[in-house]
């Protein structure tokens, strides 16, 4: 969340960051980040899709404002900096836009104007299976009859998924990073 934040901010009202971002970046029309609100998961979806592909150039444009004298000293520009050093940032926004999509539906239908308390148990259920079919052994799941118990469930390396069995979705992007 910080790292969304943050792009954001670096360019936000800063006609002189945009410039150097344009002029340093991969393409002759670089797409910008876009607002990102830790409140709102459903208007974040497009926000983490573009910075997903924002990540070529957000990277070229730090390393060119490295070799500069003056290298931005904001907050927000020295928490993106940290999160571009990181390998696996585009595994984890990806990891983050999958777990955004699962809850997209259940959000959008929970918020309406009439009454929808008798639906929300059968949704959060099947949203917890989704997330549970993710990470745990379906013999384990098997076991585990009726929600309570497979609220339960501990973390232990005998109830979880192998490591490479886990499924933490799919993205897929153009760009290649």
């Not at 940032?89 to 990891?95: C, D, G, M, V």
């Not at 013999?139 to 497979?150: A, G």
Request: include cysteine.
């Amino acid at each position: 969340m910080d790292f969304l934040a943050s792009s954001y901010r670096v360019f936000k009202d800063l006609p002189s960051r945009r410039a150097d971002y344009k002029h340093y970046s991969t393409s002759d029309d670089p797409p910008f980040p876009l607002k990102y609100c830790s409140t709102r998961w459903i208007g974040n979806i497009e926000a983490v899709e573009r910075i997903i592909s924002c990540l070529p150039h957000l990277r070229s444009y730090v390393q060119a404002m490295q070799a500069k004298v003056t290298e931005p000293q904001s907050s927000s520009y020295r928490t993106m900096k940290a999160f571009l050093d990181d390998p696996l940032l585009k595994a984890r926004l990806s990891f983050f836009l999958t777990i955004a999509r699962d809850l997209e539906s259940f959000l959008t239908e929970f918020q309406a104007d009439h009454p929808k308390i008798p639906f929300l148990y059968k949704a959060l259920k099947d949203l917890l299976n989704i997330f549970m079919d993710r990470l745990f052994k379906p013999e384990v799941l098997i076991r585990q009859k009726n929600t309570s118990s497979r609220l339960a469930l501990s973390f232990t390396e005998d109830n979880l998924l192998p490591r490479k069995a886990i499924d933490v979705g799919y993205v897929h992007t153009s760009n290649s990073i």
